[in-house]
């Protein structure tokens, strides 16, 4: 009786398994596995209500502001007018990609991602401003999504004020390849 016992669990063990298997779904889209890339960027935050950067204290967001006026050919501003009113911040996203059964890595381009972003200076809060457009980064170095909108609160309440998020404020611009995740 008792060298019985381990053959009926095992029977029932392997029925239960066998059974299992059957009710799993097979995958018919191609897809193999699913991984989640992260993104950086370096961005200019506006529209702050006195609550930004210092510039005289933070000399990369006067350069970094400095920088971008030139690129739109406006440079006759007095870029202190703009003291508290502007932001540098980082930027960070999460694109999910999907390892496809031909080895490339779809990451649905033009499809949205969340943004978080987090002051660099001494800016108080990052509340009402706005982000300019920024590329943001892979690990590679390639921009694969750009970011740019409102901020709004982040859903945590315990972020800091000088943090903020912009759900949706990012479009993918790429696909990843095989290997460069």
Same mark, same amino acid.
């Given at each position: ?33 699913? &991984? ?8 200019? %935050? ?14 990369f ?14 440079t ?7 003291? @508290? ?5 980082? %930027?960070?996203?999460?694109? &999910?990609?999907?390892? @496809? #059964?031909?080895? @490339? ?12 972003? @987090? ?9 009402g401003?706005a ?20 901020? #709004? #609160? ?28």
């Amino acid at each position: 009786m008792s060298a019985r016992l381990p053959l009926c669990l095992g029977l029932i063990l392997s029925l239960g398994a066998a059974q299992a298997l059957a009710q799993t779904p097979a995958r018919t889209d191609g897809v193999m596995a699913c &991984r989640t890339r992260k993104l950086v960027g370096y961005g200019l %935050v506006v529209g702050l209500r006195d609550t930004g950067d210092h510039l005289k204290d933070t000399p990369f967001t006067l350069k970094s502001l400095q920088a971008m006026l030139a690129r739109s050919e406006n440079t006759g501003f007095d870029v202190s007018a703009y003291d @508290s009113k502007v932001a540098a911040a980082m %930027v960070t996203a999460r694109m &999910r990609t999907c390892l @496809s #059964a031909d080895g @490339s890595y779809d990451a649905k381009l033009d499809r949205a991602v969340d943004l978080e972003l @987090s002051a660099m200076g001494d800016a108080k809060s990052l509340q009402g401003g706005a982000l300019l457009m920024t590329p943001l980064l892979g690990a590679d170095g390639r921009a694969y999504a750009i970011g740019q909108g409102v901020l #709004a #609160a982040c859903p945590d309440p315990r972020a800091e004020p000088a943090s903020a998020c912009v759900p949706d404020g990012g479009v993918v611009a790429r696909q990843g390849r095989a290997g460069r995740l």
